[in-house]
């Protein structure tokens, strides 16, 4: 059994993330509107609405396909109508319309990974508020204690049982990831075999029952590059609903780079890398980066500092 070091409390290191493109600021959700059913009823009337077809939206590939109610009318099949929230700067509503039976291969039906790096800060807001949604209701339409059918209640911010009267709230699963370095400022990256060849990216995974986020840095750091981390801080967060997460950044430091080691199963190899090591494998196509829209890279870029955009350009994927 691995046994790690004392966890170091997170500080406010003042060196928070900032951008990043699922967390920008978006509209008021506007949470006192949800258990007013007539208020809901009157702001459908003039709302804009994302239409989401399983974990895909309506889109452009650079803006969100909003409709009115009218339009909504026309659709064919029965849906599920989300309440987003309010801009308050006009007051204009949002909501989503999910039809899981609407064919989500159509092209003009899009993922956020597709194209969520594309769109301003409010479509980003409302596409991830409303995939989140979508995914969890999907999959969630039978009661988990009686087992009977439940329905959207709260403008989509629960659903109700009304065989045993119980309520059902959107989950969301924390996750840390870690940028984990040494005392000479390089960062330890590494392979996982389900990734394409040459992805590297950070440590990460899910907190447990009974875990804080401070001991998951040093317990999923340990696991899998056997690396005993110190000094953790935190960093940012992001929604990432692929399904139904959220990642929670940190940074730490290790004084012992010897153990480093790939526990190989989650992770197959791993590598430090100082900011020319990394400039110079991004350059000649050695390694490939995480997409921009993920908080991964921004963790990376936010390390590398002046010159990531233009050192960085290209070698980005996501999983195979």
Same mark, same amino acid.
Request: with cysteine; aromatic share 8%.
């Given at each position: ?37 007539? +208020? ?7 709302? *804009? ?24 009318? +026309?659709?064919?099949?029965?849906? /599920? ?10 007051? !204009?509503?949002?909501?989503?319309? &999910? ?8 092209? !003009?039906? &899009?993922? =956020? ?15 991830? &508020? ?6 969890? $209701?999907?999959? $969630?339409? %039978? ?24 309520? &059902? $709230? ?20 590494? $392979? ?21 986020? /401070? !001991? ?30 959220? %990642? ?30 990394? +400039? ?11 997409? *921009? ?7 990376? /870029? ?6 990531? =955009?233009?050192?960085? !350009? ?7």
């Amino acid at each position: 059994m691995l046994v790690v070091s004392p966890i170091m409390s997170a500080t406010e290191s003042g060196n928070h993330i900032r951008n990043l493109i699922l967390a920008r600021p978006s509209i008021d959700r506007a949470s006192e509107v949800r258990a007013d059913p007539e +208020k809901l009823a009157e702001l459908w009337k003039s709302a *804009r609405i994302v239409i989401l077809a399983g974990d895909k939206f309506q889109s452009s590939s650079d803006a969100l396909t909003l409709m009115s109610s009218i339009e909504i009318d +026309k659709l064919q099949g029965a849906g /599920e109508k989300y309440f987003l929230g309010i801009d308050r700067s006009d007051g !204009q509503s949002y909501f989503a319309w &999910h039809l899981p039976a609407l064919d989500s291969e159509n092209p !003009q039906f &899009h993922t =956020l990974r597709e194209v969520g790096a594309n769109l301003s800060d409010l479509e980003a807001g409302l596409a991830v &508020h409303a995939v989140a949604l979508g995914n969890w $209701h999907r999959v $969630h339409p %039978m009661c988990s204690r009686c087992g009977a059918p439940t329905r959207v209640d709260l403008g989509g911010a629960v659903r109700i049982c009304d065989v045993d009267q119980s309520q &059902h $709230h959107p989950r969301t699963d924390p996750a840390v990831i870690v940028l984990v370095k040494d005392h000479d400022d390089r960062i330890l990256l590494g $392979h996982q075999p389900i990734w394409p060849e040459k992805r590297f990216s950070n440590f990460a995974g899910f907190v447990e029952p009974g875990e804080s986020f /401070e !001991q998951c840095v040093v317990r999923e750091v340990a696991e899998e590059s056997g690396v005993v981390v110190h000094s953790v801080s935190y960093l940012g967060s992001q929604p990432w609903p692929f399904p139904a997460s959220i %990642m929670i950044a940190f940074e730490a430091v290790t004084s012992d780079v010897s153990t480093a080691k790939a526990d190989g199963v989650e992770i197959t190899e791993i590598r430090w890398f100082s900011r020319e090591d990394m +400039k110079r494998a991004v350059e000649t196509e050695e390694i490939l980066l995480p997409p *921009r829209i993920s908080v991964a890279r921004r963790m990376i /870029e936010h390390w590398y500092g002046p010159g990531a =955009l233009e050192d960085l !350009q290209g070698g980005e994927s996501w999983r195979a």
